[in-house]
């Protein structure tokens, strides 16, 4: 069956950098957009950020604009997150998920619904 597998999480001080990794396997679609989503302890989740199928197209939450990057390597099955000046806020467990749903618009979506397959999460701390 499809997996989706976060790596990368820990611990990191305010100001530092991780990068999150998602590797993708089992799956027999081949174009997919790629989100990222993150849920703190005692809120919904949301989005973080997303990539088109062919790369062309990067979706960012406002929160995370000038400090998170997107990308993603097709032949790998993988995609990353960078983040850069992390600051506590950005506490939460992340999440990478796959939509592969032909008919979606070439903008990768930042809505939850729209992702049929998820990862586990791991697990992100800023202190401050």
């Known amino acids: 069956q499809v997996q989706l597998v976060e790596s990368g999480g820990g611990l990191v001080q305010a100001g530092g950098s991780l990068r999150l990794s998602c590797a993708v396997s089992?799956?027999?679609?081949?174009?997919?957009?790629m989100g990222w989503f993150r849920q703190a302890p005692g809120k919904e989740r949301e989005f973080v950020a997303a990539i088109s199928w062919n790369e062309v197209i990067k979706n960012y939450a406002d929160s995370v604009k000038g400090r998170f990057t997107v990308s993603r390597d097709i032949a790998k099955s993988a995609g990353y997150l960078q983040m850069d000046s992390l600051k506590p806020e950005d506490t939460a467990v992340y999440y990478c998920?796959?939509?592969?749903?032909?008919?979606?618009?070439?903008?990768?979506?930042?809505?939850?619904?729209?992702?049929?397959?998820w990862g586990q999460g791991t697990q992100v701390t800023i202190s401050s």
């Open positions: 089992g799956h027999t679609f081949s174009n997919y957009a």
């Open positions: 998920a796959a939509d592969p749903n032909p008919s979606r618009p070439a903008v990768p979506s930042s809505r939850t619904y729209d992702y049929g397959y």
